[in-house]
């Protein structure tokens, strides 16, 4: 019996210790805001870059339509040997937005050129009803040109009063970030 019970034991210590390697292999790149550490490259050219952020965006308003200042994200040089890479940025938060009001976040990159900045599909809706709700979304950006293009990438919220000029507020708690880029079956441009 005891022997049994030592042997689940140990079976619980390795199977546990595995899982937590694994959440940590998960976790490429920098872990913290503030780091300098650079996105770490994947097989095949693929980079993926994964941060938690203290703090999202918030926009409070009064007047109606407000803009938070941005939260830079991070940043990512494409790989030299890809002619175009496909970009995704997903963030992961808790949010809540003033009730009867909504909030819009957007993320933008840089240098976009003769694109918009804003990643598609632009900016999603959120509306919480005054409640903390969690959501994921996710961006994406396909064949921008890739050779060595270092690319930043911010995130910004509006709050929006439904029911005409007022007070309206929009608030982002601590976010996972996981921006992956990976070479482009598109021509750049």
């Not at 109606?64 to 890809?82: I, M």
């Not at 933008?108 to 994921?136: A, Q, V």
């Not at 064949?143 to 060595?148: D, S």
Request: proline letters at 8%.
């Amino acid at each position: 019996m005891r022997r049994s019970v030592a042997l689940l034991t140990l079976i619980a210590l390795i199977l546990t210790g595995a899982a937590a390697a694994g959440a940590r292999q998960t976790r490429v790149g920098p872990g913290s805001v503030g780091s300098t550490r650079e996105a770490q490259p994947q097989s095949a050219g693929a980079i993926r870059l994964v941060r938690n952020l203290p703090q999202g965006p918030t926009a409070e308003c009064i007047p109606d339509r407000c803009t938070s200042k941005p939260v830079t994200l991070g940043t990512v040089t494409a790989p030299a040997e890809a002619q175009a890479v496909d970009v995704t940025v997903t963030l992961s938060f808790r949010y809540r937005t003033s009730p009867e009001d909504r909030g819009f976040l957007v993320v933008d990159f840089s240098p976009s050129g003769d694109r918009s900045p804003n990643m598609r599909p632009g900016s999603y809706p959120l509306n919480s009803e005054g409640r903390r709700i969690s959501t994921s979304l996710t961006w994406v950006e396909r064949g921008l040109p890739g050779a060595g293009t270092e690319y930043s990438f911010t995130v910004g919220a509006q709050s929006f009063d439904s029911e005409g000029p007022g007070f309206s507020v929009i608030t982002t708690g601590r976010m996972t970030m996981v921006i992956e880029m990976w070479p482009s079956a598109t021509a750049a441009g």
